[in-house]
Every structure is written in structure tokens, then in C-alpha cells.
């Protein structure tokens, strides 16, 4: 309880907001859990929310994506903007207000490189994300090689046609590689788990010594 109180008078009075990136497989949903296991033992109180959301824009992304090649570049855009300013103000920034760590399992950096990947101006992503995005603390990108992310989830059903194809996931890869934002930090998302999360927690202690 201490540390979550001392974390609450961080910048804005706000709770801590940790984001995770990566293409397809890179173990995102993996981390995401292992990390939040650790700060809720730690006496945080942690939401762990994904995008796209299972609200109604992202249901819409996912019954659009049945049908590939449906929708373009522009809609999908629109599509996960959507989705995005709904998480920020119904579930994103309440959780922050209430004093609460939220971790993000994919936020604008995916926008930018999945949709950046289909040839939209990495600017104009970016330019429509400013009006309403709340700036994340910590936004650690997996990396693997895509076919490395490929194999790991073959046995996922392919509902997103275009968005697992391997030339355009090497796009995304380099995309997500080229974020040069200060609290972005690539990890390695080829060893163990644990490993990854050791790399993971002993960064995320160095930004907030407070937790130790
Ligand atoms: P993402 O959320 O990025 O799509 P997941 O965390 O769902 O990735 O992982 C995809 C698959 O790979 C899962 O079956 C998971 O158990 C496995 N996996 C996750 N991290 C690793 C890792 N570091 N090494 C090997 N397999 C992993
Ligand atoms: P994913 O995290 O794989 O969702 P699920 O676990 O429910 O399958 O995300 C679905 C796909 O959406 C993934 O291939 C990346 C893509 N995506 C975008 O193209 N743009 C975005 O802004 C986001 C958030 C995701």
C-alpha cells in the first residue's frame, strides 16, 4: 500500500501507465500478465486492458477482418482510432485517475506501424492520435523475427487476413524498431519468459526504484 501511495503522487497525481508492442507472437499477452502478477504482489492495484477492444469498434475491426482486403487502409484507421478514443476515456483514463496501474497490450505504436505498413503517413497517424491519447510512462516493444512470431501462433485462428502475412509484418517490425520516443525500450523476445520479464522488471525498477 505504501508504494502504491508514493506512486500516486507520480507527475500528475495519476497511476502508472505501462504499454507493451510488438508484432504478432512477439509475447506480448505473455509479458503483460507475468508483469502484472509482480506489481499486484507488490500491493499495486493493475488493469490489464488490450486493443482492439472487445467493445464496439473492436468488434467491428474483427468482424471486418473476416472479410480481407473489405476495407481500406483510411477506414481501418478510423476503425482503431475509434476504438482507441472509447479505451482512453471509458476505461483508460478512469483506471489512471483512480490511482491505478494500467498495462496496454497494444496502443498507438501499433497504429502507427500496422497501419504506417499499409502506406498511411506515419505523421497524420500520429497527428490524429495527439487530440486524445494519454502519453504512457513505459512502452517496452518485443522483438522477434517475424517468422519467429509466426510460428508461435500457427495454431491461432487467422482472422486478420492481411495483418499476418510476412512481408508486411516485416514492415511492421521495422516500423516498431524505428520509435526513438524516450520511454520506448526494445526487449529481445526470443529467450524464455522469464527471462524476458527479468529484463523487464529489473528496467521497470530502475525507472521506479520506489518498488523495490
Ligand atoms: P502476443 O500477445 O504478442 O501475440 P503471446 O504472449 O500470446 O504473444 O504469445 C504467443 C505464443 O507464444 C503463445 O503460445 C505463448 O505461450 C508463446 N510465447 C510467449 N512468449 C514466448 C517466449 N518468450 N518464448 C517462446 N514462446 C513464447
Ligand atoms: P491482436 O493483439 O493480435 O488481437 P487478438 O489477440 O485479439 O487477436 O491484434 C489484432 C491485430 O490488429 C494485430 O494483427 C494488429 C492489428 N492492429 C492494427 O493493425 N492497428 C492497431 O492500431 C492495433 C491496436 C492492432
Known amino acids: 500500500m505504501k508504494e502504491k501511495n508514493r506512486l500516486k503522487g507520480k507527475k500528475t497525481g ?3 501507465f505501462i504499454v507493451f508492442e510488438g508484432i504478432d507472437g512477439s509475447g506480448k499477452s505473455t509479458q503483460v500478465e507475468l508483469l502484472a502478477r509482480r506489481l499486484r504482489r507488490r ?3 493493475v488493469v490489464t486492458l488490450r486493443e482492439p477492444t472487445g467493445g464496439k469498434w473492436g468488434q467491428k475491426i474483427r468482424e ?3 472479410t480481407s482486403g473489405s476495407i481500406t487502409p483510411e477506414e ?3 476503425l482503431f482510432i475509434r476504438d482507441r478514443k472509447e479505451n482512453v ?3 483508460i483514463r478512469p483506471a489512471l485517475k483512480a490511482g491505478k496501474t494500467v ?3 497494444r496502443y498507438y505504436y501499433s497504429t502507427l506501424a500496422y497501419q504506417g505498413a499499409r502506406g498511411l503517413p506515419l505523421e497524420e497517424i500520429w497527428r490524429r492520435q495527439l487530440r486524445f491519447a494519454v502519453v504512457p510512462d513505459l512502452v517496452f516493444i518485443l522483438d522477434v523475427p517475424v517468422s519467429t512470431g509466426l510460428r508461435r501462433i500457427k495454431d491461432r485462428p487467422v482472422i486478420y487476413g492481411h495483418f499476418e502475412e510476412k512481408e508486411y509484418l516485416k514492415q511492421v517490425r521495422k516500423i516498431f524498431l524505428s520509435f526513438r520516443d524516450p520511454q520506448c525500450l526494445v526487449v529481445d523476445g526470443r529467450p524464455a519468459p522469464a527471462v524476458i520479464h527479468r ?3 529489473s528496467h521497470f525498477l530502475k525507472k521506479f526504484p520506489e518498488l523495490k
Open 14 to 16: 495519476s497511476g502508472l
Open 43 to 45: 500491493g499495486l492495484e
Open 76 to 78: 481501418e484507421l478510423e
Open 64 to 66: 471486418l477482418s473476416l
Open 89 to 91: 476515456s471509458k476505461n
Open 103 to 105: 498495462i496496454l497490450d
Open 199 to 201: 529484463k523487464i522488471w
